[in-house]
């Protein structure tokens, strides 16, 4: 809802006997309590995101763990803890800067400064994510090389690992769009509008 539509649905309430005007303390705290929304919203859309990771990870390491202890399945969950960790440990301080965001400023740079920590918390999970990926397929071609030598195995895995970092970053790219989008384009409204106050 722009700022527009907020006055006619204010005035509409109003009744149309009353004519409501809107100062520039009102639109701004108006804007002020979108832009508090919009990163109370951000922080528990990660708090989300890492609460999907953990039992993924426990589930996987239990399991893998279930089937014997060997020196090769301690190092593959390890590797999986260090993959996950940093995904978790990447959306843990996304969600920690955004909490530490000053508010003692004027409303414009605290809109510029959320937008600035919203678009790097995004860049930040897309490389958390592609890097996911690119090392769980390195972990990959190493058991092919292992296995197998430098044979087949070793070409497709590197070809297959290859295609799927690239399927990563594509589909990263939109996940993190659908994510986050929402979010900067309302912060994006809200510093517009207060532009043209």
């Given amino acids: ?20 005007a809107l100062d520039a303390g009102t639109v701004s705290q108006w804007i002020e309590a979108r832009a508090k929304d919009v990163n109370r919203d951000v922080r528990q859309r990660l708090q989300r995101e890492v609460a999907n990771y953990i039992p993924m ?10 089937q014997g202890v060997s020196l090769t399945r301690v190092l593959f969950v390890a590797g999986l803890n260090l993959a996950v960790g940093a995904i978790v440990a990447t959306l843990w301080h996304s969600e920690r800067r955004l909490t530490g965001l000053p508010l003692d400023r004027s409303l414009h740079e605290v809109l510029e400064d959320l937008l600035v920590r919203v678009d790097a918390a995004s860049r930040a999970y897309e490389v958390a994510y592609v890097g996911f990926f690119a090392s769980a397929m390195i972990a990959m071609a190493a058991t092919a090389w292992w296995q197998a030598g430098l044979g087949v195995w070793f070409t497709a895995a590197l070809v297959g690992g290859g295609l799927a970092v690239l399927w990563a970053r594509r589909s990263g790219h939109a996940y993190v769009g659908r994510m986050f989008g929402p979010y900067r384009s309302e912060l994006a409204d809200c510093l517009r509008e207060l532009d043209r106050l």
Wanted: a negative charge; aromatic letters at 4%.
């Fill in 57 to 66: 990870l426990l589930v996987l390491s239990v399991m893998m763990l279930m």
């Fill in 1 to 20: 809802m722009d700022l527009d539509q907020l006055k006619q649905c204010w005035r509409r309430e109003a009744g149309a006997e009353m004519h409501v």
